[in-house]
C-alpha cells in the first residue's frame, strides 16, 4: 500500500458552474460528466430501498448528505401545512404545528375536553382560551358555579348558553351570568334530579333587565320566585317551569311572541292566573304561541284572557284546568281569530265545546289536544275529524275511558320511533259493560292517539296520510273490530293491549315489503 494512503482524502473539488452539457450531481453536488454517485438516494433516506453502501474511498461525501436530503423541491399542496396568519407554531410531538391547526382540533372537541387541553401547558391554555373567546354556543353540565364564574368571562362572543345545573342556582351564578357573556341572546337552564333552583322574582327580574340582547329564556324549576315582574324589550321567549303561588305576577315585554308557564299541581298552588291573564293583553300585545299549565285554570281566567284582546294568537294551550267548562271554550272562541294549534288537555270541555271549536276554526285548526276530557265522547272525536280538514294531529287519550276507578294512572305514551312498536301487555282488566264505536276517516291526519281509550271496543281508521297511531292501553278494543286502512302506517303503539289484538295490527299493518 502506498504512503499515499494513510492521508486523509481530499475534499471534493467545489462545484463548477453549470454550462452546457455538463451539470452537478444532485446528492453530492459534484459535476455529473462521467460521475458514479455512491451516496444514498432521497428515497432510501425516507426509508425506500437503499443502494450499495459507499465505499470508503467516497467516505468525504458525508458532509453533504444533509444537503441531499433537504434539496429544495416544491412540495405538494397535499403536504403543505396549514398556513396560520400570525405565524405561531407550538411543538406537537417533536414538530411544528401551527396554532391555528390546534385551535380548531379544540373547536371540535367538548367543553370538557378543552378544559382538560388547558391543563397540559400554558401553549395549550393559550389555545383553550382562543377556544373560548370565539365560542358563540356553550352547553355545560357544571357542578359548581365556581366553573362558571372562571369560564364565562373568557366567552365575549357567547350568544348561547345551555346550563344543566347538578348543583343550586345560586345569587353567586346568577351574579356571574350577568356580568359575563354581554352578547348572550339565548340562555336555557334545567336542573338536575337533586339541584335546587334558589333563584328568587328578584334575582330573574334583575337579569332579564341587566341582558339587553337576551331574545330567549328558559329556566326550570322555578319554585322559590316568590314574584314575577319582568321587563324587558328584547325578550322573544319566555318559558318557566315549576312555578309556585305567585304573590305577583307581572310580564311587560312587547316585542314577546312565545310564552310558556308551567306550574306545580301542588294543593297549596294559589297563583291568580285571572290578573296575569288580564294583564297580558297590555303588557304582551304580540304574543303568538301561549301556554299555560296549572289547576288554577278557570272559566274567569280565560275570560280575562278573551278581555286581553290577543287575536294575533296562532297557538294557544291551557291544560289541567279541570275548572274550564265549554264556556271557556266560547271565550276562546271570540277572542281568537285563526288557531294552529289548540290543547284543552285535562279541562271538562264536552262535545258542545268541540262543536264550537270545529266552527270557529276549520279553516286554520290543524293540531287538537283534548286528553283527560272525560266529558267528551265518540260523538265529538268523530265531529272533530269530519269538521277540520286541515287537521293533522289528533290527541283523544284518556278521554273515552269505561271505569275511572279501575283505570291505571300514568299510562304509558309511546315513543315514535320510525317502526311499529308492539310492546308487552299488562295484565288484563276487567272489562267494563260500557262500549262505544269510534269512526275516524280524514284525508290529512298524519297522527291519532288514542291511549288510555278503555271504553273503545270497536274501531275503524281509514286516514291514506296517517303515520303514527296510539293505541297504549286500549284494554277493552276487540281484534276483530278493528280495521285500520292506512297504507302509510309506520308507527303504531300497542302497550297494554290483548295480544290477540297485538296480532291483528300486525296482520293489517306490518307487511313484509315484497322485493322485486
Known amino acids: 500500500m502506498s504512503s499515499s494512503s494513510s492521508l486523509p482524502a481530499k475534499p471534493p473539488p467545489p462545484p463548477r458552474p453549470k454550462t452546457r452539457g455538463s451539470y452537478n450531481c444532485g446528492r453530492c453536488g459534484q459535476p455529473k460528466k462521467g460521475h ?34 433537504s434539496f429544495d423541491e416544491p412540495s405538494s399542496p397535499e403536504k403543505k401545512p396549514r398556513p396560520d396568519h400570525d405565524g405561531r407554531t407550538m411543538e406537537l410531538g417533536g414538530r411544528a404545528v401551527p396554532v391555528d391547526l390546534v385551535v380548531e382540533v379544540l373547536r371540535r372537541l367538548g367543553p370538557r375536553g378543552v378544559l382538560d387541553a388547558a391543563a397540559v401547558s400554558r401553549a395549550w391554555r393559550d389555545c383553550a382560551d382562543r377556544v373560548w373567546r370565539v365560542a358563540e354556543e356553550l352547553r355545560l353540565r357544571p357542578a359548581a358555579a365556581g366553573l362558571l364564574g372562571a369560564l364565562l ?36 337552564i334545567t336542573m338536575a334530579d337533586k339541584a335546587i333552583n334558589n333563584m328568587t322574582g328578584e334575582e330573574l327580574s334583575r337579569l332579564v333587565s341587566e341582558k339587553h340582547s337576551l331574545s330567549i329564556l328558559k329556566i326550570g324549576g322555578c319554585s322559590n320566585l316568590g314574584f314575577l315582574n319582568l321587563s324587558s324589550s328584547s325578550l322573544n321567549v319566555l318559558w318557566l317551569s315549576d312555578l309556585c303561588s305567585l304573590s305577583e305576577s307581572v310580564i311587560s315585554c312587547p316585542n314577546m311572541s312565545e310564552l310558556s308557564l308551567c306550574f306545580t299541581q301542588q294543593s297549596s298552588e294559589c297563583t291568580d292566573l285571572v290578573s296575569l291573564m288580564d294583564g297580558l293583553g297590555r303588557s304582551c300585545p304580540n304574543l303568538r304561541n301561549l301556554h299555560i299549565s296549572s289547576i288554577q285554570l278557570s272559566n274567569e281566567a280565560v275570560s280575562a284572557l278573551e278581555a286581553a284582546n290577543l287575536r294575533g294568537l296562532c297557538m294557544l294551550s291551557l291544560i289541567l284546568g279541570s275548572k274550564m267548562t265549554d264556556a271557556a271554550v266560547a271565550s276562546i272562541v271570540r277572542s281568537c281569530a285563526s288557531l294552529e294549534l289548540l290543547d284543552l288537555s285535562g279541562s271538562s270541555i264536552s262535545d258542545s265545546g268541540v262543536g264550537m271549536i270545529c266552527k270557529a276554526f276549520p279553516h286554520t285548526l290543524s293540531r287538537l289536544l283534548l286528553a283527560l276530557c272525560p ?9 272533530a275529524t269530519a269538521q277540520l280538514p286541515l287537521l293533522q294531529l289528533m290527541d283523544c287519550g284518556m278521554s273515552l275511558r269505561s271505569n275511572l276507578q279501575n283505570e291505571k294512572q300514568g299510562a304509558y305514551f309511546g315513543e315514535i320511533n320510525g317502526r311499529i312498536r308492539l310492546c308487552p301487555k299488562l295484565p288484563t282488566l276487567k272489562k267494563q259493560p260500557m262500549r262505544q264505536k269510534l269512526i275516524i276517516k280524514h284525508d290529512n291526519l298524519k297522527k291519532l292517539s288514542l291511549w288510555g281509550c278503555s271504553a273503545i271496543d270497536a274501531l ?38 290483548q295480544d290477540m289484538l297485538i296480532g291483528a295490527i300486525k296482520n293489517q299493518v306490518y307487511r313484509p315489503k315484497q322485493h322485486t
Open 375 to 383: 266529558n267528551i265522547t265518540t260523538c265529538g272525536i268523530q265531529a
Open 460 to 497: 275503524y281508521v281509514k286516514c291514506p296520510e296517517l303515520i303514527d297511531l296510539n293505541l297504549n292501553t286500549c284494554t277493552n278494543l276487540h281484534p276483530e273490530r278493528l280495521l285500520l286502512q292506512c297504507p302509510n302506517l309506520k308507527n303504531v303503539h300497542a302497550f297494554g293491549c
Open 36 to 69: 458514479v454517485c455512491n451516496l444514498p438516494s432521497p428515497a432510501a433516506a425516507d426509508g425506500g430501498a437503499a443502494p450499495p453502501s459507499p465505499s470508503p474511498s467516497s467516505s468525504g461525501g458525508d458532509t453533504r448528505l444533509r444537503r441531499a436530503l
Open 153 to 188: 368571562p373568557r366567552c365575549a362572543a357567547l350568544s348561547r348558553l345551555v346550563l344543566h345545573m347538578e348543583s343550586a342556582v345560586d345569587a353567586t351564578m346568577l351574579s356571574c351570568l350577568a356580568f359575563s357573556c354581554s352578547s348572550l341572546e339565548t340562555l336555557e
